[in-house]
Every structure is written in C-alpha cells, then in structure tokens.
C-alpha cells in the first residue's frame, strides 16, 4: 500500500523563479493538503484540494497555486520565489467523510532551497 | 484564527521516565487534537489524536488528555526508550474545516541511555 509520494525529494531555485511540486496521495485517499515547514518550525497550512477545487486557505499570497488532478494528484506552484520561501514543503492526504475527515497522512516532503 | 502554543521547546529525559509535552489553543470552536511524531528528515507521523468529546485517550506507552474549559491538552510517553527521541508537534482543528490543522512549534525530546 504505497502512502503519500512526493517529487522531486530536493530542489534549488533562484529569486525570481517558479517551482512545480507534485504529490500522489496515499491509496484511497481523495483530498490533498499542503504545508510549508520553515527550519526549527511546525508546518504551516497552504491549502487543500478536494474534487480539483481549492477547498481551503491559509495565509499565503497568490503566489502559491495549486491544481487537484482526476486522479486525485496533485501540485504545488510557487511564482516569484524569495529567499523567504526555502523550506520544507510537505503533502499530505486524507479521505473526505462528511464534515469530519480522515487523519491526515503526510509524504516526505519537497526541501526547496531557494538562492 | 487558531494559535497554539506548545511547551517546552526542548525536553531531555533519562530512559525510563516520564516525558509530558503541553499545547494551549485559542479557538473555543477546536475539536479535533492531533499529535505528530518527526524524526529528522522524516515525515511527521501521528501517533495519537483525541477529539473534543473524549478527556483521555491512550495508546500503550502514549496518552492525550485534553482540558476544553481550559483549553489546553498534553501528551504524555511513559517508559520512554531512545527511539522515542523525535520533534513532537501538537495541532488543533476545527473538524469541518477540512482538516486544516494549526500546528505548534514542536517539543525536541531527547532521552537519555
């Protein structure tokens, strides 16, 4: 049963460049959420997606986009990078039941480095 | 929106005792408490959570028990063994609200052999 899968697992951008990230989530499971998690820090809430549309957001400017595929996958877009946007980008999946969803499950994570 | 605060930030312990990890939230509306279990450069892993209508839960050597008048819940590792040293997060939501989850500044847990 292969969980939540992430890619690439570490990349270096510059200032000024977009970055793609991309999630599979855990078998069975239909919603995806991402976290940013700065060195020495708990994950932040970016957004969720469920059914290919962006369910929720916290407080992250639109340069962080995302995209919920049929097959339930998902990215992560960050345009303009800063500096300020090293970290450590985590997905994770759970399934929508009504009002209360599963655990989430989290993937390994996507250490961006940007110079 | 949510805040949670966990304390302490770091937490040495000798094998064999106790450790006790202790989180606050602000948001009355909260009624879903997870508890997450990173080793470094792996994924955060949930060892136990504990929902707004249960004061305890436990499993094994690991319990919750969440105080919703005061608005605070703790974690507690009885018997701790090395493998247990890990950065402990506590989080908080409100079920609905997709799961997203507030998280706290994590708890570095070191035993000691």
Not at chain 1, 8 to 19: A, D, E, F, N, S
């Amino acid at each position: 049963d292969a969980g939540v899968t992430q890619s690439p697992t570490h990349l270096i951008k510059t200032r000024g460049q977009q970055v793609t990230l991309r999630c599979s989530p855990k078998s069975g499971h239909d919603t995806v959420s991402w976290y940013q998690q700065a060195l020495g820090q708990g994950p932040q809430f970016i957004f969720q997606y469920y059914e290919e549309e962006e369910r929720q957001r916290g407080n992250f400017p639109d340069r962080f986009s995302g995209h919920q595929f049929p097959n339930y996958s998902s990215e992560l877009n960050v345009n303009a990078l800063l500096l300020g946007d090293s970290a450590l980008y985590l997905c994770a999946s759970s399934i929508q039941t009504g009002a209360n969803n599963s655990p989430l499950h989290f993937g390994n994570g996507t250490r961006l480095t940007v110079t | 929106g949510e805040n949670v605060e966990q304390h302490p930030s770091t937490l040495s312990v000798q094998e064999g005792d106790s450790a006790v990890i202790k989180c606050t939230y602000s948001d009355s509306a909260s009624n879903y408490f997870p508890w997450y279990k990173q080793e470094l450069g792996k994924r955060p892993q949930l060892i136990i959570d504990i929902r707004s209508n249960v004061g305890e839960k436990k499993d094994q050597r690991i319990a919750v028990t969440l105080n919703k008048t005061a608005k605070h819940f703790s974690l507690h590792i009885t018997e701790t063994q090395p493998e247990d040293s890990a950065v402990y997060f506590c989080a908080a939501t409100v079920s609905g609200s997709a799961r997203q989850l507030t998280f706290g500044s994590g708890t570095q847990l070191t035993v000691l052999p």
